[in-house]
């Protein structure tokens, strides 16, 4: 990269993504690294600023990750946040020690003013502290910059050699400064410039994907989410015609989702555009089907199997091109260190290997995305033009559908789940209140109930319906919709889709329950 970086060494915290998209916010570019990563390959990528996350463990027990002394010696301008602030004492010769009495949530601290750290931030301010473990003694050589009522080493530092430590999460949005003190570590203490900028990496995506491709053809599979929209965005911008996108419709999107995909693409963009409509051949692969971890797995694998015959109808060769993220690359275990403590393989459903048959077919695999997160995928989305309902689309499921019908799948479950589906998003958005919930969608499950229409006993299908608040989507609690906006989406969903008699609404916070129903 030509960007300046910071490097995010990760110690396990469950924030190490949110760090790292704080930096990028404030126009650093910055990556994830494992804690364990050798100096040498640190010092290679010759980065600006270091920051050390937290982590569940205690630094006093021999089995939790340590860091040797020497990178404070590589002159790299060090942060250290919860775990990493105790990491930093520890390792440097101060004391860590068990709390009398632990700091979890929104806590006041006060800042005694000489820090650079907390330029621009009142002198009281509120933290997210969470932590069982304190330093209460800093190493030789440090001062004390703010403090607690039960935490006398909130934030200490030693100015001279550039390392920092704060015992609560800056990272977080509780932490009604946090922003503010990253930006300060970021240009007063490490001078960085500010040049991780949407534009320049539009620009010089574009340029390198030219080179890299030069005359061949390019191979991308199309989902209709964010990832591969934009993905397909840049790649056309960059060769045109020399792209072909392969979206397979498995007849489990919502309604009228999979022809609003294919209008954008043949509309706006140059490029080879082949829709496959494969709704009968899921729907005979999951006949009888009612376990979700099984729906799931066929799904991905018939999904991963259409896309292959179809990409075998013309083995002209080229690259394959992929909408992978950041985050995937980080949570399937690519780019770490492999060892204990490595990131576990949790979304290997991201990305379509090459079957071996095809393998000699392709002279590489492309990632236009792969140095991105979620947010940012979602500002090049918008820079180049492709529709919000894309860019802006919500999380859904790669099984679509199929995990919102509880039980065995049918068509007319999906033609009732679509139509109710898209009734509570049409009185969501007609409410205003749709850029206040983060997910919102209705639910079929597996139960019918008795109802009254007109003279008429009724024995029909129950819809849920689910929307929620979240900043992360590690915690969600349920919306609390107005009862003025409930009762209109009830009262249309029983007069206008046929086969419904009932609906109810998930008021379930996360944890116990999940986003999701199944």
């Known amino acids: 990269m030509a960007n300046q970086l910071c490097i995010v060494l990760d110690f396990g915290g469950q924030y190490n993504q949110l760090i790292a998209r704080r930096v990028r916010e404030c126009g650093v ?15 290679a990528l010759e980065p600006m600023a270091l920051i050390f996350t937290g982590g569940p463990n205690s630094v006093y027990d021999p089995r939790s990750p340590h860091i040797s002394k020497e990178i404070f010696e590589l002159g790299i ?8 602030c105790q990491l930093i004492a520890y390792t440097l010769g101060g004391v860590v020690e068990s709390c009398t009495k632990s700091e979890y949530g929104k806590i006041e601290i006060s800042h005694n003013g000489s820090s650079v750290l907390f330029k621009d931030i009142p002198e009281k301010s509120t ?28 934030a200490f530092e030693n100015k001279e050699k550039k390392l920092y430590a704060v015992q609560f999460h800056p990272e977080v949005t509780h932490s009604e400064f946090g922003r503010q003190l990253m ?15 949407m534009d320049d990496f539009i620009e010089n995506t574009v340029a390198s994907l030219r080179r890299q491709i030069g005359n061949k053809k390019v191979i991308l599979g199309l989902s209709g989410g964010v990832d591969s929209s934009v993905a397909a965005g840049l790649l ?85 091109a992929q909408g992978t993220i950041y985050p995937d690359r980080i949570e399937s275990g690519k780019g770490n260190k492999s ?71 049918t068509e007319e479950k999906i033609h009732i789940l679509q139509e109710a589906d898209a009734v509570f998003r049409d009185e969501i958005a007609k409410s ?3 850029d206040q919930l983060k997910q919102f969608f209705a639910v079929l499950p597996d139960v019918k109930t008795v109802g009254v229409m007109g003279d008429h006993r009724t024995y029909d299908h129950l819809i849920a319906i689910r929307a929620i608040t979240t900043d992360d989507f590690m915690t969600a609690d349920w919306a609390r919709i107005p009862y003025d906006v409930l009762a209109r989406v009830s009262n249309r969903l029983c007069n206008e889709v046929e086969h419904v008699n009932r609906v109810v609404y998930d008021i379930t916070s996360k944890p116990p329950g999940t986003v999701e129903w199944e």
């Open 339 to 409: 060892g204990e403590g490595s990131a576990a393989v949790i979304k290997t459903h991201h990305n379509t290997a090459i079957p071996d048959d095809m393998r000699d077919n392709f002279d590489g695999i492309i990632e236009p995305l792969a140095d991105l997160f979620k947010d940012e995928v979602r500002a090049v989305g918008e820079k180049l033009g492709i529709p919000n309902e894309l860019v802006w689309r919500q999380p859904f499921p790669g099984p679509g559908l199929g995990v919102r019908i509880i039980g065995e799948i």
């Open 29 to 43: 570019y910055c990556e994830i690294k494992k804690f364990d990563t050798p100096i040498d390959e640190i010092k």
């Open 77 to 84: 301008p060090v942060l250290g946040i919860c775990y990493g």
């Open 432 to 434: 205003g209140i749709e």
């Open 236 to 320: 056309s911008r960059a060769v045109g015609k020399q792209l072909t996108c392969v979206f397979v419709d498995h007849g489990l999107m919502r309604k009228d989702e999979g022809d609003f995909v294919e209008e954008t693409f043949t509309k706006m963009f140059d490029m080879n555009f082949i829709r496959v409509n494969a709704q009968e051949h899921f729907l005979g692969k999951l006949r009888g089907v009612t376990d979700p971890e099984e729906k799931r797995k066929i799904i991905g694998a018939e999904f991963i199997n259409v896309f292959w015959d179809e990409v075998r109808k013309d083995t002209a060769g080229g690259f394959f």
């Open 127 to 154: 933290v997210w502290m969470s932590h069982n473990d304190f330093v209460s003694r800093p190493p030789q050589g440090f001062e004390i910059t703010a403090v607690s009522s039960d935490c006398p080493g909130a």
């Open 183 to 197: 930006h300060n570590f970021l240009y007063e203490v490490c001078g960085f410039s500010g040049d991780w900028v």
